[in-house]
C-alpha cells in the first residue's frame, strides 16, 4: 500500500474538536499508515495483558471461595489467603490494567498525535521487562516473599524491571508526541502525558525502601491511592475520552469544561491517599487535609461527568449496537459512581463504619474493574479490528461478555456494600460477638463469589474471541461487528 503523506494540521482559533467525525480519505490512509506502526507493540501488549487477566481472576476466584471455604486449599503455602490475595491484586493491577493500558496509549497517542509511533522497538524491550516483573514478583509473592506493604508487595528486584520498562514506555510516548502532526493537544492526551511524568515518580520513591514507622504508612497510602489517581485512573479517563465522541461521531461538548477537569484533578488527587489512615496515628491536619482534597474531587468528577453525559446525550440509541459504546459508558458511568462513593468515604463519619470492612472491597472493584477495566475493554474492541484488519468473528459472544461482566461486578458490588455496612454497624455494637458478625456475612460472601464466577467466565469468553481474531477466524466482515444487524453508525466505525 502507497506510504500517506502525514500532512500537519492547520492551527485551530477555536477549541478542537477531535476526534472528528467524518474522515477524509487521506485521514482514513493517514490511520492505516499510523496502525501499521502501532500494530505489534500493542498487540503484544493485549496479548500478556488478557494473560494476566485471565491468572488475576482466577487467584481472585480463588481469594473469594476461600471466604466460603476456609479450609480449602490451607494445606498448601503457596494457595493460602496471605499470599494469594496479593498476588490476585498485583496480577490484575499491574498485569492486566497496565499492560493493557500501555498497548491502548501505545495506540491512541499514535492516532492522536498523528504520527507514526515513535522509537517502536522500545515496546518490544518494555513489553518483556515488564512481563518479568510481573512474573517474577507474583512467583516471589506465592513463595512468600513480599514487601508486606498493599499495592507494593512485589519484591523490590521485581519493582526495579518495571520501573525501567516504564521509562522506556514513556521515552517512545514523548518522542512520539515531539513528533506530532497536530498544533492542538485532545484531551485524552493531557491525562496520558501528565501519567508519563507521574507514575514512574510516584513507583521509584515508594519502591526506596528508606521509610521507617509511621511514615512508613504514610509513605505506603501515598503510593497505594495514587496509583490510581496517576496510572489506573489517566487509563480509563484517556479511553473514555477518546472513544465515546469517536464513536459518536462528535466532539467532546466542552474543551474548556476538559481544562478544568484535568487541573483539579491534578490538584486535589494527589492529597488523597491519607484518607486511608483516619484515626491512625499522624498528625490530625495530615488526615484532614487529605478529607478535604477527596471531598473537592467532586469537582474534576462532575466537569468529567458532564461532559461524557452532554456529548452521549441524544446518541443513547447507538449503545443498541455498538460494543465499544456500551462498555465505555457503562465504564463512564461507573466513574462518577465511584468517585462521589470515595469523596463519601473519606469522611470520618462515614469511615468509622464502613472502613475495614467489605464496603471497601465493593469500592475497589467498582473502581478498577466496572471502571477501568470496562474502558479497557470497549477499547480493545475498537482497535483490535482495526490492528488486525479483521472484524470480531462472534459478536454474539461480544454481548455475553458484556452482560456477564456488568451483572457480575453489579452483584459484586451492591452485596459487599450491603453486606460490609451492616457488618461495620455490627463491629461497633460491642454487644455482639464477632463470630456473629463473620455469620452474618456469609450470605454476602457467597454472592461474592457468584458475582465473581460471571466476571471470570466473560473473561474467558473475552480471550477466546481475542484468539480467534488474531487467527483471522469466521467469515471476513466488511462492516463492523454490531449488537444488531442494521445500525445508524456513523462513518468512523466503518472506516477500515
Ligand atoms: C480485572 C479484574 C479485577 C480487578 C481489577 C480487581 C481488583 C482488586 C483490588 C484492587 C483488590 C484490593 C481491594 C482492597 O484492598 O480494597 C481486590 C481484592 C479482591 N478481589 Fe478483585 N479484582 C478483579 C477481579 C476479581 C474477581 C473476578 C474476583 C472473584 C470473586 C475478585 C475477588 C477479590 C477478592 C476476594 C479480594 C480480596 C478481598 C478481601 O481481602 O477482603 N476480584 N481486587
Not at 497496565?98 to 496509549?105: E, H, K, N, Q, Y
Amino acid at each position: 500500500m502507497a506510504k500517506a503523506k502525514l500532512t500537519k494540521t492547520r492551527k485551530h482559533a477555536d477549541p478542537p474538536s477531535e476526534p472528528r467525525a467524518i474522515p477524509t480519505v487521506q485521514d482514513q490512509e493517514q490511520r492505516i499508515v499510523i496502525d501499521d506502526a502501532a500494530r505489534t507493540p500493542t498487540v503484544v501488549y493485549f496479548i500478556s495483558g488478557i494473560f494476566w487477566l485471565l491468572a488475576g481472576s482466577l487467584f481472585g476466584m480463588v481469594t473469594s471461595l476461600k471466604f466460603n471455604l476456609p479450609d480449602w486449599l490451607g494445606e498448601t503455602a503457596a494457595l493460602t489467603f496471605g499470599r494469594i490475595r496479593p498476588a490476585h491484586l498485583n496480577t490484575v493491577a499491574y498485569g492486566w490494567i497496565s499492560l493493557t493500558g500501555a498497548g491502548m496509549i501505545a495506540w491512541l497517542t499514535a492516532r492522536l498525535c498523528r504520527v507514526p509511533l515513535q522509537l517502536a522497538w522500545l515496546h518490544y524491550i518494555a513489553a518483556i521487562l515488564w512481563n518479568l516483573g510481573v512474573l517474577a514478583g507474583t512467583v516471589a509473592i506465592l513463595a512468600g516473599y513480599s514487601q508486606g506493604f498493599e499495592w507494593l508487595e512485589f519484591p523490590r528486584a521485581a519493582g526495579a524491571p518495571i520501573a525501567l520498562a516504564f521509562v522506556l514506555f514513556a521515552i517512545s510516548i514523548f518522542q512520539t508526541f515531539r513528533k506530532r502532526q497536530v498544533d492542538h493537544l485532545y484531551v485524552s492526551l493531557w491525562y496520558i502525558l501528565a501519567s508519563m511524568l507521574w507514575f514512574p515518580y510516584l513507583y521509584v520513591v515508594a519502591n526506596l525502601g528508606i521509610y521507617q514507622g509511621v511514615v512508613e504508612a504514610a509513605m505506603n497510602w501515598w503510593y497505594g491511592h495514587n496509583a490510581i489517581a496517576t496510572w489506573f485512573t489517566p487509563i480509563g479517563l484517556a479511553g473514555a475520552y477518546y472513544f465515546i465522541p469517536k464513536v459518536i461521531g462528535r466532539p467532546i461538548y466542552s474543551y474548556y469544561l476538559g481544562l478544568l477537569g484535568f487541573w483539579a484533578f491534578a490538584l486535589f488527587y494527589n492529597w488523597n491517599g491519607i484518607h486511608h489512615l483516619v484515626g491512625g496515628p499522624l498528625p490530625t491536619w495530615l488526615i484532614t487535609v487529605s478529607i478535604v482534597a477527596s471531598v473537592m474531587m467532586v469537582i474534576p468528577v462532575m466537569a468529567v461527568a458532564v461532559n461524557h453525559h452532554l456529548t452521549t446525550v441524544n446518541h443513547f440509541q447507538m449503545l443498541k449496537y455498538s460494543p465499544t459504546l456500551r462498555f465505555v459508558v457503562f465504564g463512564s458511568m461507573c466513574y462518577t459512581a465511584v468517585s462521589f462513593q470515595g469523596s463519601l468515604e473519606s469522611i470520618r463519619s462515614f469511615q468509622e463504619v464502613a472502613h475495614f470492612t467489605h464496603y471497601t472491597i465493593g469500592h475497589a472493584h467498582l473502581g478498577l474493574y466496572a471502571f477501568t477495566s470496562m474502558v479497557l475493554f470497549g477499547a480493545i474492541y475498537y482497535i483490535m479490528p482495526r490492528l488486525a484488519r479483521w472484524e470480531w468473528p462472534y459478536p454474539g459472544l461480544i454481548k455475553a461478555h458484556f452482560w456477564m461482566a456488568a451483572i457480575g461486578v453489579f452483584i459484586y458490588v451492591v452485596a459487599m456494600s450491603i453486606g460490609g455496612w451492616y457488618q461495620g454497624e455490627m463491629m461497633n455494637n460491642a454487644a455482639i460477638p464477632f463470630i456473629e458478625v463473620v455469620s452474618f456475612t456469609e450470605i454476602y460472601l457467597w454472592a461474592r463469589s457468584i458475582g465473581g464466577a460471571l466476571m471470570v467466565i466473560s473473561h474467558f469468553i473475552f480471550a477466546f474471541q481475542f484468539f480467534m481474531i488474531i487467527k483471522h477466524a469466521g467469515p471476513r466482515r466488511f462492516a463492523p461487528a454490531l449488537f444488531r444487524d442494521r445500525a445508524p453508525m456513523e462513518q468512523e466505525e466503518r472506516e477500515p
